[in-house]
């Protein structure tokens, strides 16, 4: 689930915590709304934070803003 709180991209993955799952299922989510491949997108900082930078190869930025409705 994707949303907009506070201008923030907020979202919620069912995938644990655990050895980087819920990293993985956030690359996963953002690829298919962005419309590239998984291994295009990346947590750049934050892998043990709530708070995550994701770096999204591939697109441009305002058709990635678009894509996430921002």
């Given at each position: 689930m994707?949303?907009?709180?506070g201008g923030v991209l907020?979202?919620?993955v069912t995938a644990p915590p655990v050895d980087g799952k819920a990293n993985r299922a956030l690359c996963r989510l953002v690829a298919k709304r962005a419309g590239v491949a998984p291994s295009r997108v990346s947590v750049v900082r934050g892998e043990k934070?709530?708070?995550?930078l994701v770096r999204v190869e591939g697109v441009e930025l305002g058709?990635?803003?678009a894509a996430l409705g921002l």
């Open positions: 994707l949303g907009i709180e907020q979202a919620r934070s709530r708070d995550k058709t990635l803003l």
